[in-house]
């Protein structure tokens, strides 16, 4: 029975529903409905979604103000008990769902569904142990190098396991690249929701969150699961290094002041991610410039554009983001790009959510949960295909399979709709190599706006040298007050500059050479104990999604520390012959995708030409090989 009041509240949320009915994105309310109601029906094909357009239908609007105008009609009966509505679907009106989204059976998709639906204030993948159960009287601790997205992750596992343990950051506040990037309209070009840990949404304000949004995100997230007090600042790992005797490592920390600490623990979870040291350019004469040089990692806020010649070195995604800022203050920008990148037209990159939609986000009882299920489900499973070489295609720099041409035509035609007819500009911004070869760039037009400004000149080839004044161009010099760069990080240098030395003092990054590879990008052989989170092989390109990978690595690390709880051994070394087996499967299988394949430079690519930074099989397969740690494939001592 239902009480006079809860049927009056019922009744003033439908009509806050409809009011806000311009807000709802027809795919999750679909999905809600179908969940609430458990009617498979509401899945009809007529309501069936782009998915390049998620989380919007794609839909006319005619038939999109149907399919709300049918959920609302179909909800309302339901809304009294809103509060009490099952979290997550059943398997098999998961699995409806799941085909009715993306359009056909997909064993991939099938077998991501679970995890990739997360109800609202749920944290599925929360540790179901403490180490008090397994091993009361350990000793056991833990230190995580890192507090940015990847480092607080891991920090919070810990505590959940009841692991004691420090978190050591170099700098004075949590948040990694979104602490030190701060260059004008720095933003992720990740949809906001889900660029978050999935068990801790968000109200965003932007479709794609903004650099100080998401440091807020990130200092919020550490505050409230008490990370903070964990936290020791100001401290740069220098070195680690294990000691047999003992089954512990020895940190290294060296401060601002140049005095250094020491700090012992049985576990190291490296998390200093791959883009956090600047990659300067070799040009000749840079230092001999009189003006400031500023990489866009390390922005100079005091700098005034006004009035000044401006030249950019880089069009990666930093400098798309900062240039168009630039443009509008400075008398004239100069911008160097050694290769044009491929643009996704992406309308609202830079627009607010809607008041409505927030509105719908926050008070209708797991809509949030289905419209990230929208969001992310697709994407994780993404288009590898296209980013795949068919060896009979033939593959060229033009495209390497008939998958990949459509993808090529798809972008090059945003890019062409902009050009118009300046023939010039669109030789200038369509690339001379294969799409995904090199990271796929969000755009909302802005950047070829930009290009098109009288005080903008676009160069499609690189600085020969620099000198007092400027930068030389052939024969041709370019005066300039200002240089800055968007040359990206030294994303391939993993762990620099902090030495790792193992058993029997082996250094890793002689190991390592210049091709970093670790066992699912966390663990390595002669190294027991230390794991990494983003490392070697974890970034995504065209499917997979960077936080969800981070979470699978922080559900792995986690594994192998219940391992040595449970077992009371104090110490767990991955197997060579495991490594070796994997390595060369990702090294094979990296050869098989476009950045592998093509000769573009990237920073996907090291200096031998190979990719130590993508992973290049299906994104299920890292989940279900992260998903419990096998102790055949390691040695515990």
Known sequence: MHTTLERHYAQLLEDDLRAHHDGFQSPALIMLTAHITEDASVLRDEWRPSIPALPISGLSPEVEAEAVNYCIDRLAPYL?????????????????????????????????????????????????????????????????????FSGLLAGLRLKQAGVPFKIIEKSHDVGGTWWENTYPDCRTDVRSHIYTYSFTQHDWETHFGRQEKIHEYLHKFAADNGLLEHMVFGKEVTATVWNEESSTWMLTTRQSDGSEENFESNIVVSAVGQLNRPSIPNLPGLDSFTGPVVHSARWDHELDFAGKKVVVIGTGASALQFAPAVAKVAEKLTIFQRSAPWLRKTPVLRQNIEDHERWLLLNLNQYRAFYRYSLFLPRVVGNLAAATVDPDYPPTEFAVSAANERLRADLTSYLEEQAGDD??????????????????????????????????????????????????????????????????????????????????????????????????????????????????????????????????????????????????KKSLDLRSDVFEVYDQRVVAESAKRTWGWSKTHSWYMNAEGRSTIMWPLPAREYYEGTLTLNTDEYELR
């Open 80 to 148: 009294e008990d809103q509060a009490h509505w099952a979290a997550k679907p059943t398997e098999q009106m998961r699995l409806a769902m799941t085909k009715w989204l993306l359009s056909a059976e997909n064993d991939d998709a099938y077998a991501l569904s679970e995890v990739s639906f997360v109800p609202n204030d749920t944290d599925p993948r929360q540790p179901g142990w403490s180490l008090d159960q397994l091993q009361p009287d350990t000793k056991l601790n833990a230190i995580v190098i890192g507090a940015g």
């Open 423 to 568: 023939e010039e500009l669109r030789k200038a911004i369509i690339p001379n190599y294969p799409p995904a070869a090199k990271r796929i760039i969000c755009d909302d037009g802005t950047w070829v706006k930009t290009l098109k400004r009288d005080n903008v000149r676009l160069v499609s080839q690189g600085v020969n040298r620099v000198d007092e004044t400027g930068v030389w161009l052939g024969d041709e010099h370019i005066d300039a007050d200002i240089i800055l760069l968007g040359t990206g990080f030294k994303a391939s240098d993993f762990l620099l500059p902090m030495s790792v030395s193992g058993i029997d003092g082996k250094d890793l990054h002689e190991t390592w050479g210049i091709d970093a590879s670790a066992y699912m990008g966390t663990s390595l052989p002669g190294y027991p104990n230390f794991f990494c989170m983003y490392g070697p092989n974890t970034n995504t390109v065209i499917h997979g999604n960077l936080v969800f990978f981070l979470e699978c690595q922080a559900n792995y690390i986690v594994e192998a520390v219940k391992t040595l709880a449970e077992t009371g």
